[in-house]
Protein backbone atom coordinates (compact mmCIF):
# COMPACT_ATOMS: atom_id res chain seq x y z
CA UNK A 1 0.00 0.00 0.00
CA UNK A 2 0.85 3.55 -0.61
CA UNK A 3 1.59 6.60 1.89
CA UNK A 4 -1.44 8.49 0.09
CA UNK A 5 -4.09 4.33 0.65
CA UNK A 6 -2.71 4.99 3.89
CA UNK A 7 -2.93 8.10 4.26
CA UNK A 8 -6.86 8.10 3.01
CA UNK A 9 -7.48 4.80 5.47
CA UNK A 10 -6.00 7.10 8.33
CA UNK A 11 -8.19 9.89 7.28
CA UNK A 12 -11.62 7.96 7.14
CA UNK A 13 -10.93 6.10 10.54
CA UNK A 14 -10.52 9.37 12.34
CA UNK A 15 -13.85 10.19 11.96
CA UNK A 16 -15.28 7.78 14.36
CA UNK A 17 -11.97 8.66 16.84
CA UNK A 18 -12.69 12.13 16.96
CA UNK A 19 -16.12 11.84 17.72
CA UNK A 20 -15.88 9.46 20.97
CA UNK A 21 -13.52 11.38 23.68
CA UNK A 22 -14.30 8.87 26.55
CA UNK A 23 -12.97 5.82 24.16
CA UNK A 24 -9.99 8.21 23.47
CA UNK A 25 -9.29 8.55 26.73
CA UNK A 26 -9.56 4.77 27.55
CA UNK A 27 -7.10 3.75 24.83
CA UNK A 28 -4.21 6.31 25.94
CA UNK A 29 -4.82 4.88 29.42
CA UNK A 30 -4.80 1.30 28.11
CA UNK A 31 -1.59 2.11 26.31
CA UNK A 32 -0.07 3.61 29.37
CA UNK A 33 -0.83 0.26 31.34
CA UNK A 34 0.48 -2.32 28.40
CA UNK A 35 3.62 0.42 28.29
CA UNK A 36 3.95 -0.64 32.42
CA UNK A 37 3.67 -4.33 31.98
CA UNK A 38 6.00 -3.90 29.08
CA UNK A 39 8.90 -1.91 30.03
CA UNK A 40 11.20 -4.38 30.40
CA UNK A 41 11.15 -4.45 26.67
CA UNK A 42 10.76 -1.07 26.05
CA UNK A 43 13.97 -0.34 27.88
CA UNK A 44 15.66 -3.01 26.07
CA UNK A 45 14.77 -1.64 22.47
CA UNK A 46 16.23 1.89 23.05
CA UNK A 47 19.55 0.25 24.69
CA UNK A 48 19.96 -2.03 22.23
CA UNK A 49 19.06 0.30 19.11
CA UNK A 50 20.55 3.60 20.25
CA UNK A 51 23.16 2.78 23.31
CA UNK A 52 21.32 4.90 26.32
CA UNK A 53 22.61 3.99 28.90
CA UNK A 54 19.85 1.48 30.91
CA UNK A 55 19.21 4.35 33.91
CA UNK A 56 18.13 6.72 31.16
CA UNK A 57 16.21 4.30 28.99
CA UNK A 58 14.31 3.70 32.00
CA UNK A 59 13.67 7.14 32.56
CA UNK A 60 12.47 7.61 29.07
CA UNK A 61 10.06 4.91 29.26
CA UNK A 62 8.89 6.10 32.75
CA UNK A 63 8.37 9.94 30.61
CA UNK A 64 6.71 8.04 28.13
CA UNK A 65 4.21 6.61 30.29
CA UNK A 66 3.58 9.73 32.13
CA UNK A 67 3.03 11.40 29.14
CA UNK A 68 0.34 9.09 28.12
CA UNK A 69 -1.52 9.51 31.43
CA UNK A 70 -1.21 12.95 31.25
CA UNK A 71 -2.96 13.36 27.37
CA UNK A 72 -5.58 10.13 28.40
CA UNK A 73 -6.79 13.00 31.27
CA UNK A 74 -5.96 15.97 29.31
CA UNK A 75 -8.55 14.56 26.37
CA UNK A 76 -11.78 15.70 28.71
CA UNK A 77 -10.48 18.87 29.38
CA UNK A 78 -12.64 21.55 28.16
CA UNK A 79 -11.56 22.25 24.39
CA UNK A 80 -13.72 25.50 23.67
CA UNK A 81 -15.40 28.76 24.90
CA UNK A 82 -18.72 30.41 24.31
CA UNK A 83 -19.22 34.15 23.70
CA UNK A 84 -21.54 36.76 24.96
CA UNK A 85 -24.34 37.54 22.10
CA UNK A 86 -27.79 38.27 22.32
CA UNK A 87 -29.57 35.37 24.73
CA UNK A 88 -31.33 33.40 23.80
CA UNK A 89 -28.65 32.48 20.99
CA UNK A 90 -25.41 30.89 21.33
CA UNK A 91 -21.79 31.42 20.02
CA UNK A 92 -19.67 28.77 20.61
CA UNK A 93 -15.73 28.20 19.63
CA UNK A 94 -14.44 24.38 19.98
CA UNK A 95 -11.22 22.67 18.79
CA UNK A 96 -11.32 20.04 16.33
CA UNK A 97 -8.59 17.65 14.75
CA UNK A 98 -7.42 17.79 11.43
CA UNK A 99 -7.63 14.64 10.61
CA UNK A 100 -3.84 12.61 9.99
CA UNK A 101 -1.53 14.24 12.09
CA UNK A 102 2.10 13.04 10.00
CA UNK A 103 5.16 12.89 12.95
CA UNK A 104 8.49 12.68 11.77
CA UNK A 105 10.74 12.17 14.64
CA UNK A 106 14.41 11.21 15.42
CA UNK A 107 16.55 8.62 16.93
CA UNK A 108 18.02 10.26 20.40
CA UNK A 109 14.74 10.22 21.65
CA UNK A 110 13.12 6.67 19.97
CA UNK A 111 10.28 6.44 22.24
CA UNK A 112 9.60 9.66 23.86
CA UNK A 113 9.45 12.02 21.27
CA UNK A 114 6.90 10.04 19.03
CA UNK A 115 4.93 9.47 22.30
CA UNK A 116 5.25 13.26 22.69
CA UNK A 117 3.96 14.06 19.87
CA UNK A 118 1.36 10.66 19.19
CA UNK A 119 -0.34 11.29 22.36
CA UNK A 120 -1.79 14.61 22.16
CA UNK A 121 -1.95 14.39 18.40
CA UNK A 122 -4.53 11.35 19.16
CA UNK A 123 -6.07 12.81 22.11
CA UNK A 124 -7.44 15.89 19.60
CA UNK A 125 -8.81 13.19 17.88
CA UNK A 126 -6.37 12.97 14.89
CA UNK A 127 -5.18 9.43 13.48
CA UNK A 128 -1.25 9.42 13.96
CA UNK A 129 1.07 8.51 10.89
CA UNK A 130 4.87 8.05 11.97
CA UNK A 131 7.99 7.88 10.12
CA UNK A 132 10.53 7.44 12.46
CA UNK A 133 14.71 7.69 12.44
CA UNK A 134 16.23 5.14 9.97
CA UNK A 135 17.98 4.67 13.30
CA UNK A 136 15.17 3.88 15.34
CA UNK A 137 13.10 1.68 13.25
CA UNK A 138 12.66 -1.34 15.67
CA UNK A 139 11.89 1.04 18.78
CA UNK A 140 9.04 2.42 16.76
CA UNK A 141 7.51 -1.51 15.61
CA UNK A 142 7.72 -2.23 19.12
CA UNK A 143 5.41 0.59 20.17
CA UNK A 144 3.06 0.30 17.18
CA UNK A 145 3.47 -3.02 18.13
CA UNK A 146 2.34 -2.40 21.87
CA UNK A 147 -0.02 0.86 20.81
CA UNK A 148 -1.72 -1.09 18.32
CA UNK A 149 -3.44 -3.62 21.01
CA UNK A 150 -5.92 -0.57 22.75
CA UNK A 151 -6.39 1.68 19.10
CA UNK A 152 -9.00 1.05 16.24
CA UNK A 153 -7.50 -0.25 12.94
CA UNK A 154 -5.75 2.52 10.85
CA UNK A 155 -5.19 5.28 13.52
CA UNK A 156 -1.48 4.66 14.35
CA UNK A 157 1.18 3.80 11.52
CA UNK A 158 4.48 3.42 11.32
CA UNK A 159 5.81 4.19 8.24
CA UNK A 160 9.83 2.89 8.80
CA UNK A 161 11.79 4.27 5.49
CA UNK A 162 14.44 7.10 4.66
CA UNK A 163 13.98 10.78 3.37
CA UNK A 164 11.83 9.67 0.79
CA UNK A 165 9.13 8.41 3.10
CA UNK A 166 9.31 11.50 5.24
CA UNK A 167 8.87 13.61 2.12
CA UNK A 168 6.12 11.89 0.75
CA UNK A 169 4.30 11.94 4.62
CA UNK A 170 4.63 15.54 4.29
CA UNK A 171 2.71 15.76 0.71
CA UNK A 172 -0.12 13.51 2.22
CA UNK A 173 -0.77 14.25 5.83
CA UNK A 174 -3.07 17.45 6.99
CA UNK A 175 -0.33 18.44 10.22
CA UNK A 176 2.71 17.97 10.21
CA UNK A 177 5.49 17.72 13.11
CA UNK A 178 9.07 17.19 12.60
CA UNK A 179 11.88 16.88 15.02
CA UNK A 180 15.47 16.82 13.73
CA UNK A 181 18.38 18.74 12.53
CA UNK A 182 18.06 22.27 11.25
CA UNK A 183 18.67 21.37 7.37
CA UNK A 184 16.08 18.79 7.35
CA UNK A 185 13.43 21.01 9.53
CA UNK A 186 13.89 23.84 7.45
CA UNK A 187 12.85 21.82 4.16
CA UNK A 188 10.16 20.13 6.08
CA UNK A 189 8.62 23.78 7.38
CA UNK A 190 8.76 25.31 3.76
CA UNK A 191 7.14 22.46 2.16
CA UNK A 192 4.40 22.48 4.34
CA UNK A 193 3.97 25.67 4.37
CA UNK A 194 3.87 26.00 0.28
CA UNK A 195 0.82 23.23 0.89
CA UNK A 196 -0.90 25.45 3.32
CA UNK A 197 -0.47 22.79 6.22
CA UNK A 198 -0.28 23.56 9.76
CA UNK A 199 3.59 22.42 10.60
CA UNK A 200 5.64 22.36 13.40
CA UNK A 201 9.79 21.88 13.62
CA UNK A 202 11.78 21.32 16.73
CA UNK A 203 15.74 21.28 15.82
CA UNK A 204 19.20 21.53 16.90
CA UNK A 205 20.17 23.81 19.73
CA UNK A 206 24.02 24.72 21.21
CA UNK A 207 22.77 25.94 24.64
CA UNK A 208 24.60 27.84 27.26
CA UNK A 209 24.81 27.63 30.79
CA UNK A 210 25.52 31.08 32.68
CA UNK A 211 27.84 30.71 35.55
CA UNK A 212 27.24 33.59 37.82
CA UNK A 213 29.97 34.75 40.39
CA UNK A 214 28.05 33.27 43.40
CA UNK A 215 26.85 30.01 41.79
CA UNK A 216 26.77 26.75 44.17
CA UNK A 217 29.49 24.61 42.89
CA UNK A 218 28.90 21.83 43.46
CA UNK A 219 24.92 21.86 42.42
CA UNK A 220 26.77 23.48 39.33
CA UNK A 221 28.63 20.33 38.47
CA UNK A 222 25.55 17.88 38.74
CA UNK A 223 23.78 20.17 36.38
CA UNK A 224 26.64 20.34 33.89
CA UNK A 225 27.14 16.17 33.96
CA UNK A 226 23.44 15.98 32.83
CA UNK A 227 23.19 19.17 31.25
CA UNK A 228 26.61 18.37 28.81
CA UNK A 229 26.77 14.41 28.74
CA UNK A 230 24.49 12.67 29.55
CA UNK A 231 23.31 10.58 26.64
CA UNK A 232 27.14 10.93 25.09
CA UNK A 233 25.71 14.76 24.59
CA UNK A 234 23.75 13.55 22.52
CA UNK A 235 20.46 15.87 23.20
CA UNK A 236 18.57 18.82 21.76
CA UNK A 237 18.94 19.95 24.76
CA UNK A 238 22.92 19.42 25.71
CA UNK A 239 24.81 21.83 26.94
CA UNK A 240 27.27 23.35 24.76
CA UNK A 241 28.86 26.34 26.18
CA UNK A 242 29.50 27.24 29.92
CA UNK A 243 29.86 31.15 29.93
CA UNK A 244 31.75 31.67 33.45
CA UNK A 245 31.29 35.51 34.79
CA UNK A 246 33.77 36.56 37.41
CA UNK A 247 37.37 37.15 37.94
CA UNK A 248 40.77 34.82 37.11
CA UNK A 249 40.52 33.23 40.69
CA UNK A 250 37.00 32.86 40.27
CA UNK A 251 37.59 31.24 36.76
CA UNK A 252 39.93 28.60 38.03
CA UNK A 253 37.70 27.32 40.95
CA UNK A 254 35.32 26.72 38.78
CA UNK A 255 37.50 25.15 36.50
CA UNK A 256 38.68 22.99 38.48
CA UNK A 257 35.46 22.30 39.92
CA UNK A 258 33.80 21.32 36.64
CA UNK A 259 37.07 19.04 35.39
CA UNK A 260 37.09 17.05 38.52
CA UNK A 261 33.01 16.37 38.03
CA UNK A 262 33.81 15.09 34.13
CA UNK A 263 36.80 13.17 35.08
CA UNK A 264 34.24 11.08 36.98
CA UNK A 265 32.01 10.10 34.53
CA UNK A 266 31.72 6.22 33.65
CA UNK A 267 32.31 5.62 29.99
CA UNK A 268 31.18 2.39 28.85
CA UNK A 269 28.85 -0.62 27.88
CA UNK A 270 25.32 1.35 28.03
CA UNK A 271 24.08 -1.74 29.62
CA UNK A 272 25.98 -1.41 32.61
CA UNK A 273 24.29 0.18 35.72
CA UNK A 274 27.42 3.04 36.37
CA UNK A 275 27.39 3.86 32.52
CA UNK A 276 27.23 7.50 32.18
CA UNK A 277 28.76 8.04 28.61
CA UNK A 278 27.77 4.96 26.17
CA UNK A 279 28.75 4.50 22.35
CA UNK A 280 27.83 7.20 19.90
CA UNK A 281 24.68 6.64 17.25
CA UNK A 282 27.15 5.80 14.58
CA UNK A 283 30.73 5.98 12.78
CA UNK A 284 29.36 9.67 11.09
CA UNK A 285 28.60 10.71 14.38
CA UNK A 286 31.88 9.22 15.67
CA UNK A 287 33.56 11.16 13.02
CA UNK A 288 32.05 14.38 13.89
CA UNK A 289 33.31 14.35 17.52
CA UNK A 290 36.75 12.73 16.28
CA UNK A 291 36.96 16.12 14.34
CA UNK A 292 35.60 17.99 16.93
CA UNK A 293 38.61 17.35 19.31
CA UNK A 294 41.25 17.93 16.80
CA UNK A 295 39.72 21.23 15.76
CA UNK A 296 39.58 22.15 19.89
CA UNK A 297 42.89 21.08 20.30
CA UNK A 298 44.44 23.03 17.24
CA UNK A 299 42.53 26.41 17.97
CA UNK A 300 42.06 26.04 21.86
CA UNK A 301 42.81 23.84 25.10
CA UNK A 302 41.25 20.44 26.23
CA UNK A 303 40.95 20.84 29.71
CA UNK A 304 38.95 16.96 30.03
CA UNK A 305 38.41 13.90 28.13
CA UNK A 306 39.73 14.38 24.10
CA UNK A 307 40.12 10.52 24.33
CA UNK A 308 39.53 9.01 20.18
CA UNK A 309 39.40 5.41 20.25
CA UNK A 310 40.32 3.36 16.96
CA UNK A 311 38.67 0.34 17.87
CA UNK A 312 35.42 0.88 16.05
CA UNK A 313 33.40 1.39 19.93
CA UNK A 314 32.40 4.83 18.82
CA UNK A 315 32.75 5.55 22.76
CA UNK A 316 33.77 9.34 23.43
CA UNK A 317 34.65 10.90 26.36
CA UNK A 318 33.18 13.65 28.13
CA UNK A 319 35.00 16.26 26.78
CA UNK A 320 35.62 19.77 28.32
CA UNK A 321 37.48 22.86 26.21
CA UNK A 322 38.58 26.63 27.04
CA UNK A 323 39.91 29.19 25.11
CA UNK A 324 37.89 29.30 21.77
CA UNK A 325 37.10 32.21 20.24
CA UNK A 326 33.44 33.51 20.44
CA UNK A 327 32.96 32.62 16.71
CA UNK A 328 35.33 29.92 16.47
CA UNK A 329 32.41 27.05 14.88
CA UNK A 330 32.49 24.58 17.57
CA UNK A 331 31.19 27.81 19.67
CA UNK A 332 28.25 28.68 17.23
CA UNK A 333 27.40 25.00 15.52
CA UNK A 334 25.90 21.80 16.73
CA UNK A 335 28.28 19.19 17.22
CA UNK A 336 26.22 15.70 18.58
CA UNK A 337 28.68 14.48 21.21
CA UNK A 338 29.51 15.26 24.51
CA UNK A 339 31.87 18.17 24.48
CA UNK A 340 31.42 21.31 26.27
CA UNK A 341 32.97 24.95 25.55
CA UNK A 342 34.13 26.80 28.11
CA UNK A 343 34.26 30.68 27.94
CA UNK A 344 35.21 33.18 30.57
CA UNK A 345 33.48 36.80 30.44
CA UNK A 346 33.67 39.80 33.24
CA UNK A 347 29.78 41.13 33.44
CA UNK A 348 26.71 39.47 33.39
CA UNK A 349 25.82 41.48 29.95
CA UNK A 350 29.04 39.68 28.32
CA UNK A 351 27.53 36.57 29.21
CA UNK A 352 24.44 37.91 27.90
CA UNK A 353 25.34 39.30 24.27
CA UNK A 354 27.85 35.77 24.24
CA UNK A 355 24.80 33.35 24.69
CA UNK A 356 22.68 34.96 22.27
CA UNK A 357 25.07 35.26 19.90
CA UNK A 358 24.38 32.07 18.06
CA UNK A 359 21.67 31.16 15.44
CA UNK A 360 20.11 28.49 18.21
CA UNK A 361 17.58 29.67 20.80
CA UNK A 362 16.34 26.22 22.57
CA UNK A 363 17.48 26.72 25.85
CA UNK A 364 19.76 28.45 28.38
CA UNK A 365 20.21 27.71 32.15
CA UNK A 366 21.56 29.95 34.72
CA UNK A 367 23.80 29.13 37.82
CA UNK A 368 23.13 31.53 40.79
CA UNK A 369 21.86 32.15 44.12
CA UNK A 370 20.63 35.87 42.83
CA UNK A 371 16.62 35.72 42.41
CA UNK A 372 17.41 39.36 40.24
CA UNK A 373 20.09 38.25 38.45
CA UNK A 374 17.96 35.19 37.47
CA UNK A 375 14.89 36.65 36.64
CA UNK A 376 16.43 39.77 34.61
CA UNK A 377 18.96 37.09 32.37
CA UNK A 378 16.10 34.65 32.10
CA UNK A 379 14.23 37.13 30.20
CA UNK A 380 17.28 38.72 28.36
CA UNK A 381 18.36 35.20 26.83
CA UNK A 382 16.99 34.25 23.54
CA UNK A 383 16.22 31.14 23.77
CA UNK A 384 12.30 29.26 24.28
CA UNK A 385 13.46 27.92 27.77
CA UNK A 386 15.56 28.98 30.71
CA UNK A 387 16.49 26.39 33.94
CA UNK A 388 17.64 28.00 36.67
CA UNK A 389 20.62 26.15 38.58
CA UNK A 390 19.17 22.37 36.71
CA UNK A 391 20.77 20.77 34.06
CA UNK A 392 19.69 22.54 30.18
CA UNK A 393 18.95 18.88 28.99
CA UNK A 394 15.29 17.44 30.98
CA UNK A 395 11.60 18.39 30.30
CA UNK A 396 8.67 18.92 31.76
CA UNK A 397 5.80 17.24 29.64
CA UNK A 398 2.82 19.48 31.26
CA UNK A 399 4.70 22.59 30.28
CA UNK A 400 5.32 23.68 26.65
CA UNK A 401 8.50 22.82 25.46
CA UNK A 402 10.39 24.51 22.13
CA UNK A 403 12.86 26.99 21.60
CA UNK A 404 13.30 30.41 19.04
CA UNK A 405 15.67 30.91 16.35
CA UNK A 406 16.53 28.23 14.48
CA UNK A 407 15.70 25.87 17.03
CA UNK A 408 12.50 25.99 16.40
CA UNK A 409 9.33 26.55 14.45
CA UNK A 410 5.91 26.96 14.75
CA UNK A 411 3.36 26.19 17.85
CA UNK A 412 5.24 24.81 21.47
CA UNK A 413 5.12 20.88 21.93
CA UNK A 414 4.15 18.94 25.16
CA UNK A 415 1.09 19.77 27.51
CA UNK A 416 -1.93 21.89 26.64
CA UNK A 417 0.61 23.57 24.12
CA UNK A 418 -0.06 20.76 21.87
CA UNK A 419 -3.29 19.83 21.92
CA UNK A 420 -4.02 23.70 20.19
CA UNK A 421 -0.92 22.70 17.57
CA UNK A 422 -2.93 19.31 16.87
CA UNK A 423 -6.43 21.20 16.72
CA UNK A 424 -7.75 24.01 14.67
CA UNK A 425 -10.70 26.28 16.08
CA UNK A 426 -14.07 26.10 14.44
CA UNK A 427 -16.98 28.80 15.62
CA UNK A 428 -20.26 27.69 15.74
CA UNK A 429 -23.02 30.38 15.56
CA UNK A 430 -26.63 29.17 16.85
CA UNK A 431 -29.71 30.73 15.96
CA UNK A 432 -32.19 29.82 18.76
CA UNK A 433 -35.29 30.33 16.39
CA UNK A 434 -38.40 31.79 17.49
CA UNK A 435 -39.72 31.23 20.82
CA UNK A 436 -42.52 28.55 20.58
CA UNK A 437 -43.35 27.77 24.74
CA UNK A 438 -43.84 31.13 26.60
P1 LIG B 1 17.62 14.26 10.99
O1 LIG B 1 17.18 15.61 10.61
O2 LIG B 1 18.73 13.65 10.24
O3 LIG B 1 16.40 13.25 10.86
C1 LIG B 1 15.16 13.48 11.53
C2 LIG B 1 14.06 12.72 10.80
O4 LIG B 1 13.85 13.36 9.52
C3 LIG B 1 14.39 11.27 10.50
O5 LIG B 1 13.22 10.49 10.67
C4 LIG B 1 14.78 11.31 9.03
O6 LIG B 1 14.61 10.09 8.35
C5 LIG B 1 13.81 12.35 8.50
N1 LIG B 1 14.20 12.98 7.23
C6 LIG B 1 15.44 13.09 6.70
N2 LIG B 1 15.37 13.77 5.53
C7 LIG B 1 14.06 14.10 5.32
C8 LIG B 1 13.37 14.81 4.31
N3 LIG B 1 13.98 15.32 3.27
N4 LIG B 1 12.02 14.97 4.45
C9 LIG B 1 11.37 14.48 5.54
N5 LIG B 1 11.98 13.78 6.52
C10 LIG B 1 13.31 13.59 6.42
O7 LIG B 1 17.95 14.30 12.55
P2 LIG B 1 18.52 13.13 13.49
O8 LIG B 1 19.96 12.90 13.18
O9 LIG B 1 17.60 11.96 13.50
O10 LIG B 1 18.40 13.82 14.94
C11 LIG B 1 19.39 14.65 15.49
C12 LIG B 1 18.96 16.11 15.40
O11 LIG B 1 17.69 16.25 16.00
C13 LIG B 1 19.89 17.04 16.15
O12 LIG B 1 20.14 18.20 15.37
C14 LIG B 1 19.09 17.41 17.39
O13 LIG B 1 19.43 18.65 17.96
C15 LIG B 1 17.70 17.39 16.88
N6 LIG B 1 16.73 17.17 17.95
C16 LIG B 1 15.94 18.22 18.31
C17 LIG B 1 15.03 18.08 19.36
C18 LIG B 1 14.15 19.23 19.78
O14 LIG B 1 13.14 18.99 20.40
N7 LIG B 1 14.51 20.46 19.46
C19 LIG B 1 14.92 16.85 20.02
C20 LIG B 1 15.73 15.80 19.62
C21 LIG B 1 16.63 15.97 18.58
Given amino acids: MNISEIVSRARVAHIEWAANPIARSNALAAIASTFIAEKERIIEAMVTEVHKPITEARGECARAIAILQYFSSAVLDPDGTSFPTQAPHLILSMRRPYGVAGLITPWNFPIAIPIWKAAPALAAGNAVLIKPSEFANNSAILMAELMQKSLPE ?108 TEKLVVGDPRDEKTFIGPLIHAASYQNYVDAITNAQRSGTILAGGTVTT ?128
Fill in 154 to 261: NIFTVLPGGPETGSALVEEADVISFTGSVRVGKSVVARAAQLGKPVQAEMGGHNPAIVLPDADLNLLASSIQIGAFSYSGQKCTATRRIIIVGNDERKKDVVDSLKAA
Fill in 311 to 438: DGSHLPSATLTDGLASDHPLMCNEVFAPIAHIAHVGSTKEAISLANSVSFGLTASIHTADLEAALRISRLLETGMVKINAPTAGVDFHAPFGGDKDSSYGMREQGKAALDFYTHTKTVTFNAGQSKFK
